[in-house]
């Protein structure tokens, strides 16, 4: 489970909604780009290999070129 979100946006929103799957869900693979910096290749494939893509869709989401890597990424791959 990967979560694509605007941190200028939606952090808050997106820490309580991590939290909530980790606690629901303590053995899957739970990812945010905000727990570690990564480069972009690698940030890519964690999205390509995520079955489920949850995107908090905010104002400042399609400005932000990260997110919308992300969106294409999960798109392409056949994320849910």
């Known amino acids: 489970l990967f979560f694509s979100y605007s ?3 939606t952090v808050a ?3 309580i909604f991590y939290e909530k799957a980790m606690a629901k869900f ?3 693979k739970i990812f945010r780009d905000a ?3 990564f480069e972009l290749d690698k940030l890519l494939n964690i999205v390509r290999d995520s ?3 949850v995107i908090l869709l905010s104002y400042n989401y399609a400005r932000r070129p990260y997110t919308l890597l ?3 990424t999960s ?3 056949g994320a849910n």
Do not use: Y
């Open 7 to 9: 941190k200028i946006d």
């Open 13 to 15: 929103e997106t820490g």
């Open 26 to 28: 303590p053995t899957h």
């Open 35 to 37: 727990d570690t910096h």
């Open 51 to 53: 079955n489920n893509v």
């Open 70 to 72: 992300e969106l294409v």
């Open 75 to 77: 798109l392409r791959a």
